[in-house]
């Protein structure tokens, strides 16, 4: 079965270090999200991508955040300069055609942040 | 309540019983997934049911959706105590791209 495929597993970083979390989606999806969970708390949802630009995104994803498909089969989460509250498991997933289609999620990146 | 709350948070079972969990939502969805979190890993998707379906199966899973009462049941038949792991509904509405999850109910399965 397709899987999406996040790496790395785990990322250690210093506060104030930019941190780029990358993703492999399914190939013939289209549709690309960034989601994190806060250790103990919700999943929330960051920002969707479609056609190379944002199509909709939290009051999470601010400056600090860009999002970025740099080649035909990746897909990244840059954060500027980290914080220790960007410290979460940060999850990627892709959809074929958007959310009538539900998603496939990857098994995630847990940052660290120091 | 949120959308997207799941109850009970906490349900422990023996090995063998159902499990039922339940997820309540405030807006008009156009779909609801359910998925599951062993702890500390990622999300495995269960079901996905649509806004104009009723119940939908999946091996030992049930999944029932009752949009008039704003409510999706997950039913776990002769669960086992591979099943331990939290389980998240989550919904999104026409027009979003977003998936809005809830805060999930705690299964654990005694052998």
């Known amino acids: 079965e397709p899987e999406v495929t996040q790496t790395p597993s785990h990322q250690v970083t210093q506060m104030g270090q930019e941190v780029i979390l990358r993703c492999v989606p399914i190939?013939?999806?289209?549709?690309f999200y960034w989601y994190r969970q806060i250790l103990g708390q919700k999943v929330e949802f960051l920002v969707s991508?479609?056609?190379?630009?944002?199509?909709?995104k939290s009051e999470i994803f601010d400056d600090q955040f860009s999002v970025e498909r740099p080649d035909g089969s990746n897909f990244t989460l840059k954060i500027r300069s980290t914080k220790l509250e960007d410290s979460a498991m940060y999850f990627c997933?892709?959809?074929?055609?958007?959310?009538?289609?539900?998603?496939?999620f990857g098994s995630g990146t847990r940052l660290t942040v120091v | 309540s949120q959308q997207g709350e799941e109850d009970p948070q906490a349900l422990s079972i023996q090995e063998g019983e159902n499990a039922t969990m339940n997820c309540s939502y405030k807006t008009s969805i156009n779909n609801l997934q359910w998925y599951r979190q062993n702890s500390g890993r990622g999300l495995v998707h269960l079901i996905l049911?649509?806004?104009?379906?009723r119940e939908k199966h999946s091996g030992r899973l049930r999944v029932t959706l009752d949009t008039s009462k704003k409510s999706s049941s997950l039913l776990i038949t002769a669960s086992r105590a591979a099943d331990t792991a939290s389980y998240f509904c989550?919904?999104?509405?026409?027009?979003?791209?977003?998936?809005?999850f809830g805060t999930g109910t705690r299964l654990k399965v005694l052998a």
């Open positions: 989550a919904t999104v509405t026409s027009g979003t791209y977003k998936y809005i």
């Open positions: 190939s013939n999806h289209l549709y």
């Open positions: 997933a892709s959809s074929e055609g958007g959310t009538p289609y539900g998603y496939t």
């Open positions: 991508f479609y056609n190379n630009e944002i199509s909709e």
């Open positions: 049911i649509r806004s104009n379906e």
